[in-house]
């Protein structure tokens, strides 16, 4: 009996140990860049300015803070403005975004390489999607 106990609590230690106290998987979005078309801008040809489409575009940097830029033409043009960083909350399938202390924008993934977030400002909803 004696013999069978150092084996009973190695046994009893392991047992323990379930599935639930694991950690949580890396988080998917770390390193990859979701793009939405966002609108077309009209051209002003008294002060020069052509007529172009406008892209939002999130690189998720690590697991709470992406870069947003909105881009010129393409999701890869120049870009309008500056770029921001933004504080997000991933709890699968909902995505949350803080652009600042007052402004929260919500959004729901619709499958694993798009998400849908419900208004974007003055935009209405946009169709986020993985690059």
Same mark, same amino acid.
């Given at each position: ?51 172009? &489409? !406008?892209?939002? #575009?999130? %690189?998720?940097? *690590?697991?709470?803070?992406? $870069? ?44 694993? &390489? !798009?998400?849908? #977030?419900? %208004?974007?400002? *003055?935009?209405?909803?946009? $169709?986020?999607?993985?690059?």
């Amino acid at each position: 009996m004696l013999a069978m106990m150092p084996v009973m609590l190695f046994a009893l230690l392991f047992t323990s140990c379930g599935s639930d106290d694991e950690e949580d998987p890396d988080n998917p979005l770390v390193g990859s860049t979701f793009v939405a078309y966002a609108y077309h801008s009209d051209a002003t040809p008294s002060v020069g300015i052509e007529a172009y &489409d !406008v892209y939002f #575009v999130l %690189k998720f940097i *690590n697991e709470h803070e992406c $870069e947003y830029s909105a881009r010129k033409n393409s999701p890869k043009g120049d870009v309008i403005g500056k770029t921001d960083r933004y504080l997000y909350m991933l709890r699968h399938p909902i995505i949350t975004f803080n652009t600042s202390e007052y402004n929260r924008l919500d959004g729901e993934f619709t499958s694993k &390489d !798009v998400f849908k #977030v419900y %208004k974007w400002g *003055n935009f209405g909803s946009l $169709e986020f999607k993985k690059q």
